[in-house]
């Protein structure tokens, strides 16, 4: 990837640019937490954890972390100065209520009509739903950031497969490969691709149909 950046790294990168001045945002578990490491100079942001934290700060250094500050994945974090903590009960009333500005999860799934699938695959041990179904229905602006694909398999479909975790929710979706914007009326416009990648790459390795913006344009743009 660009810069000797992992996959996930790029777009946790690029999500990061999502983010305006004064949001409070929720990170889901896994790549998201990664946006942490990518927010632009000059915009403050808040992070919250649905763990119960405002002010989640970036990864800690090797070395440096607290046992203590963990995201809502259980992996270290850290928490800027001012920062808070929290019971569940807060931190769901914050989600539930609307007060959330931007949400960023991953996704096992995502169509064209703005559905996600990001929870279970039948037959396979989870250990619960955690806050998704909340987060998706009580955020501003639900963004995805995930792998294009998984082992070669489509995750962006015509039609969701798996058991979703909400309808008509996603607003954008971000990969490795291209950046792909919900419009309720139209359906997946694709506003941005990877250096290295064209049209028809993206159209061969995502299910749902695809309208090409007449703006399109270069990630690092």
């Known amino acids: 990837m660009a810069n000797g950046l992992t996959a996930k790294e790029f777009?946790?990168?690029?999500?990061?640019?999502e983010l305006n001045d004064g949001d409070l945002v929720n990170l889901g578990?896994?790549?998201?937490?990664?946006?942490?490491?990518?927010?632009?100079?000059g915009i403050n942001v808040l992070i919250e954890s649905e763990n119960g934290m405002i002010g989640m700060g970036p990864s800690?250094?090797?070395?440096?972390e607290d046992n203590n500050i963990v995201d809502a994945g259980?992996?270290?974090?850290?928490?800027?100065?001012?920062?808070?903590?929290?019971d569940s009960s807060l931190s769901f009333g914050l989600i539930r209520g609307g007060h959330i500005d931007v949400c960023i999860l991953g996704a096992l799934q995502v169509d064209?009509?703005?559905?996600?699938?990001?929870?279970?695959?039948?037959?396979?041990f989870v250990p619960g739903m955690g806050g998704a179904m909340d987060l998706v229905t009580g955020a501003r602006k639900v963004i995805i950031a995930m792998l294009h694909t998984a082992k070669g398999r489509k995750?962006?479909?015509?039609?969701?497969?798996?058991?979703?975790?909400?309808?008509?929710?996603?607003?954008?979706?971000?990969?490795?490969?291209?950046?792909?914007?919900?419009?309720?009326?139209?359906?997946?416009?694709?506003?941005?691709?990877?250096?290295?990648?064209?049209?028809?790459?993206?159209?061969?390795?995502?299910?749902?149909?695809?309208?090409?913006?007449?703006?399109l344009k270069y990630i690092d743009d």
């Open 155 to 215: 995750k962006i479909l015509k039609e969701c497969t798996l058991p979703l975790t909400a309808r008509g929710e996603v607003d954008l979706i971000v990969t490795e490969k291209a950046v792909i914007e919900v419009d309720r009326g139209k359906g997946l416009i694709l506003k941005e691709i990877a250096a290295g990648q064209s049209i028809e790459d993206i159209k061969r390795e995502t299910e749902a149909r695809l309208i090409v913006s007449p703006k």
């Open 29 to 41: 578990i896994g790549l998201p937490t990664l946006v942490t490491n990518y927010i632009p100079e």
């Open 74 to 86: 259980g992996k270290n974090s850290s928490i800027l100065s001012g920062g808070v903590f929290f």
């Open 112 to 124: 064209e009509s703005g559905n996600l699938a990001n929870w279970i695959i039948p037959g396979k």
């Open 60 to 64: 800690p250094e090797p070395g440096q």
């Open 11 to 17: 777009i946790a990168k690029r999500v990061a640019k």
